[in-house]
């Protein structure tokens, strides 16, 4: 992977000699990057949730991936590892900030309902479609299945082996697998550089809120510097212990900083209010899902995230196929899409829920700092009008640095393994890839002027050759599971005519009639 690190270094250099020059051609990138592909992201997407659940409930949901009968990490670990990898993105900057801004400014196509029960629902309802089954789907579904069959018949653990069933073992070495291979890393230093931001902006904005440090670039970058030392600490202690003891960490530390939140507010608005907004999200879940409507809302919001998914997704199907070996096909889909769907929504109502009761109850509590200061402000707004502030603050900011950690530790794996011809990649590799995509994230920070602009136009960007890429897996992963069923004796071979057999050397026109 000489030239992503050649790349990054170049990037990381110019951003800090001409900031505006940098952050002019992102910006029009971005612009060109959502009005070309914005629909065909949005498409792609759902046709991926929907192929891969229709294959998860058929007779090949059975098939067992990787190679092995039993599971290498128990399932708790798996699935903390899997919501960490994602959710970690947006587990505490998003999750109280998204929910509060389509609360206060309703997305365009439900601008009439503004405010009260009925716009708390659609407000929560529309982070669920970003952050819920079509963003999962996208990772932990067929890219993963793809490439576990592809591992598992001797291909390399790196993106290139997603476009394996198409050009068979000519991806190894072809120009076109190198290529694949430089675009997905891209893309996901792209979106774990984006998270690094987003959390060192919200952690020094609570700092300079809470302890009166001033909260300026210089403190933004040593923040985010600070946090990646850190994740490089957990890097250097491997896959067993690094990734899998933090995200355990991870979703004890998350757990108790909700209860702590909904405790201190009102439980049965937070419960109501995730009952109210599943159903809206049910009923609203393709018209949110495709709207084609405001270019702008849409680049902010939807395309943005999306976008963002697809990016990640080659690499979350490298970590996913590496800890998943074992498990069914349907067990995938349930632990990789369904289960941290529920939960990410549960997190986004208990937190960003939690915000727009404290709105209700005290107009302009949440929305006043979310309008004055932005994003950033929305969590430490919350947490100021709950008792035991500072305590609650400290307890988000050592959450917070979690979740950071579990994502950079797991996209440097990645990262890493995909640039081994190989066996594990070391630590010491895995350490370069995680400090330079901590020296991305400041660069952007300078780039974006202390905002999130830069970040969220960078991450778009290079989800554009990714989403070319992920295409082909819609219909390619029907047949290899169609043959690992045969061949786990699921589903009958064929028989000469065509028939499909009994599972016993007989056609179904031969088996006796009972």
Known sequence: MGVTSVFMTVFVSASLISPGVVGAAVDAAFVWSARWFGAYWQLLMLATFVVMTVLAFSRYGRVRMGGTSSPEFGRFSW??????????????????????????????????????????????AQSFVHWGF???????????????????????????????????????????????????VLAVVAGTVGPIGFLGLQISYICSELFGVPNTYPVQALTILGLTAVSAVSVLSGLHKGIRLLSRGNVWAALALIAAIVGMSSLPFVLDLFVQASVVHAQEFLPMALYRGDEQWLGYWTLFFFGWFLGFGPMMAVFFARISRGRTVRDIYVGA??????????????????????????????????????????????????????????????????FLASTLDSMSYSISVSSMHEGEPSGLVRAFWCVGMGLAAVALLLVGDGGIQALQSFIVVTAVPVGLIMLPTLWTTHPLLRDMAIEQGIVAPRGPSGESGDGAGRTRAEAPVA
């Open 337 to 402: 899409t369904v289960v941290p769907s529920v939960v990410t929504m549960a997190w986004f109502t208990a937190l960003g829920g939690t915000g727009i009761w404290l709105e209700q109850r005290t107009p302009g509590a949440i929305t006043g700092p979310y309008a004055e200061d932005g994003l950033p402000a929305a969590a430490l707004a919350i947490l100021q009008e709950l008792p035991l502030t500072g305590a609650l603050g400290v307890l988000m900011v050592l959450v917070a640095l979690i």
């Open 134 to 184: 079509i963003g999962w789907a996208v990772g932990g579904a067929l890219a993963t299945l793809v490439m576990m069959r592809g591992v598992e018949k001797g291909m390399p653990l790196r993106p290139r082996t997603l476009l394996w069933p198409l050009m068979g073992e000519r991806v190894r070495t072809h120009w076109i697998g190198a290529v694949v291979d430089i675009s997905c």
């Open 79 to 124: 699935i903390a590892m899997i919501i960490t990898t994602l959710l970690a993105a947006g587990g505490v900057f998003w999750a109280a900030a998204e929910p509060i801004a389509h609360y206060a400014s309703p997305p365009p196509q439900y601008a009439d309902l503004s405010g009260g029960t009925e716009g708390a629902a659609y407000a929560m």
